[in-house]
Nanobody, 125 residues
Framework: QVQLVESGGGLVQAGGSLGLSCAAS????????MGWFRQAPGKEREFVAA????????LLADSVKDRFTISRDNTRNTVYLQMNSLKPEDTAVYYC??????????????????WGQGTQVTVSS
């Protein structure tokens, strides 16, 4: 059974940092792109970041560029999201997902197959 488990969320003050992890089990995803999405209350889910199978290419949403970093460790079947200089508008449930190809094909959620249960990130002002 494929399972993605996010961890590392929590409450942080504006300007602070958090690091999220997403550990996959049930199969290896080392040949697939991975992504992070988020959904704030009352808002639609939005793309945050993606990384190709090798980690050699990444894509970040304009709203988080220069503040967030996505990385992966294929030996651990884990993808990471390092979030710095957090803002109250970053408050959301963060989800990791597995892409359908090795490359970053899309920033849309429909291009991703498996999803984690999400982890809450709250940034206080």
């Amino acid at each position: 059974q494929v399972q993605l488990v996010e961890s590392g969320g929590g409450l942080v003050q504006a300007g602070g940092s958090l690091g999220l992890s997403c550990a996959a089990s049930g199969r290896s995803f080392s040949t697939y792109a991975m992504g992070w999405f988020r959904q704030a209350p009352g808002k639609e889910r939005e793309f945050v970041a993606a990384i190709n199978w090798s980690g050699g290419r990444t894509l970040l949403a304009d709203s988080v560029k220069d503040r967030f970093t996505i990385s992966r460790d294929n030996t651990r079947n884990t993808v990471y999201l390092q979030m710095n200089s957090l803002k109250p508008e970053d408050t959301a449930v963060y989800y990791c997902a597995v892409g359908r190809s090795s490359w970053i094909a899309s920033t849309m959620g429909v291009a991703y197959d498996y999803w984690g249960q999400g982890t809450q990130v709250t940034v206080s002002s």
